[in-house]
Every structure is written in structure tokens, then in C-alpha cells.
């Protein structure tokens, strides 16, 4: 892991043998690197939207250590990681990202490690733009025809939508 003041290098992906579903980010937040944990910014709803979906409203209460975090996505047969490798940023806005200094991850190993993926699901519209632009040129022919959907980003600078919103489009994942 490499953060300074611009440069960032994301974080491994998080993933089962059996994961069928994959969630991609652009790249991780300051917090996130520095922590070397997905989505840790206090206020980021990534992990209460999946806590929601996939777990009984008794639960909801208690807080959830990385590893269990972790354990709910291997349960539900979800892998997780970011669009780019690294990138050129101040701060932890996707707006901020340098484009020409963006570099994808390296998706073709990584679907045939995981051969099970059959649905991608992007948080964001910045995922699905970084991927169209940074990936599916490079992207093996058989991969092209998975399933993908773009959602609501989990970010807190989203706030187009209230958080129950949110949860209604993020309820696809379980479906």
C-alpha cells in the first residue's frame, strides 16, 4: 500500500472461490488506505446497505469488526475491489481521480481466478465509467457478456438519494 499526498494504490480484492457476485468501486478513500480496509470512512454506507440486505434486523445494532464484515461478503458469495490499481488524487473524491494517471486492476486474471462471477455490480457511476474507459478495452471477449448493473454510490458526498433508496436499488445484489 503507497499513499501520499496524490499518489494511491488500492487495496486486494476480497473474495471467496465461490464468489458469483463481484462489487467494484473506483478506488479506495484516504480513510480506507490508511486503514487498509474497504469503505472506512465513518460515514460511507457501503457496510450498513450489505448489513441491511443480509442480515436480521437485530443485528443491525451491533457493530461489525473487518473480519466479520468480511465473513458477510464470503457468506453471500460476494468478492469486492476497486476498478482502479492506482491512481493520481487529492483527497478521496472520485472527481479528483487523474484520469491519465488511472490504471486499472488486471480484471481478465482476476475472472479467471474467479470463475464463478456472474454479476458485476458498480458503486457508482464512476466504477462503471472508470471500467468502460480502463477495462472492457482490455477485456477478454468471454467476459464482456456478464451481467452489469450500476447502483447508487454509498459514498456520503452522494446525497442525491436518501439512504432507504440507497437500500431499495442495492437489494438487486441479494436477487
Request: aromatic share 12%.
Amino acid at each position: 500500500m503507497k499513499i501520499n499526498n496524490s499518489h494511491c494504490e488500492g487495496l486486494a480484492p476480497l473474495a471467496g472461490a465461490d464468489a458469483n457476485v463481484l462489487i467494484l468501486g473506483s478506488m479506495p478513500g484516504r480513510a480506507s488506505l490508511l486503514q487498509q480496509q474497504y469503505y472506512a470512512h465513518p460515514r460511507n454506507t457501503f457496510w450498513p446497505i450489505l448489513r441491511t440486505i443480509f442480515t436480521s434486523e437485530n443485528t443491525c445494532n451491533q457493530a461489525l469488526t473487518y473480519q466479520q464484515k468480511h465473513a458477510l461478503l464470503l457468506a453471500n458469495k460476494i468478492a469486492l475491489w476497486d476498478v482502479l490499481a492506482y491512481c493520481t488524487r487529492i483527497g478521496s473524491l472520485d472527481a479528483d481521480i487523474v484520469l491519465s494517471t488511472a490504471r486499472a486492476n488486471d480484471f481478465n486474471a482476476f475472472y479467471r481466478q474467479y470463475a464463478e462471477i456472474d454479476y458485476v455490480f458498480f458503486n457508482g457511476k464512476k466504477a462503471q465509467s472508470l471500467y468502460t474507459k480502463k477495462v472492457v478495452p482490455q477485456l477478454n471477449e468471454r467476459y464482456a457478456q456478464l451481467n452489469y448493473v450500476t447502483l447508487p454510490s454509498s459514498s456520503p458526498a452522494y446525497a442525491a438519494i436518501s439512504v432507504a433508496q440507497k437500500i431499495a436499488q442495492w437489494r438487486a445484489i441479494k436477487q
